[in-house]
């Protein structure tokens, strides 16, 4: 995963560096922002995976303990996915909460680039990643 967001990065930096109007300093910093986040959002499929091999493979040793039990660590992973969940949104869609809550947020004074560019270049990257994880679990069906 580490290594698709860095290549996926590198791509979208490229493509930033030569479509976008902006401070160079400040499209390096949105993209750098989209490859960290790619790894957050591994998160959102990992956990609930984890909580599923916990349920249904109780039998499996673990080099783990997680205090209470299934329950226990069926808790305590909602309360990490709960936090996943709203890292990875505010990530996707800064100042969204903050505009929730009433406070003030300038866009172009925190990232130095429109939404709109940001929308284009975060999103973008994500669709992209979704589509080669989507080709990758279709050439694996094919080839069981």
Do not use: C
Not at 54 to 63: C, D, G, I, K, S
């Amino acid at each position: 995963m580490n290594l698709l967001s860095g290549i996926t990065a590198t791509l979208f930096m490229v493509a930033a560096m030569n479509l976008a109007a902006g401070d160079t300093a400040a499209v390096f910093g949105v993209v750098l922002t989209v490859a960290i986040t790619t790894l957050l959002l591994s998160y959102l499929v990992i956990v609930p995976a984890l909580i599923r091999l916990r349920l249904h493979r109780p039998e499996v040793p673990r080099p783990y303990r997680v205090p209470f039990g299934s329950r226990g660590f069926v808790t305590y992973a909602a309360v990490v996915y709960a936090w996943i969940v709203l890292g990875s949104w505010v990530a996707l869609f800064p100042g969204t909460l903050k505009r929730l809550f009433g406070l003030g947020y300038d866009f172009r004074d925190a990232w130095g680039v429109s939404r709109l560019t940001f929308e284009a270049f975060t999103l973008g990257t994500v669709v992209l990643l979704l589509v080669v994880g989507g080709l990758g679990l279709r050439g694996r069906r094919r080839g069981q």
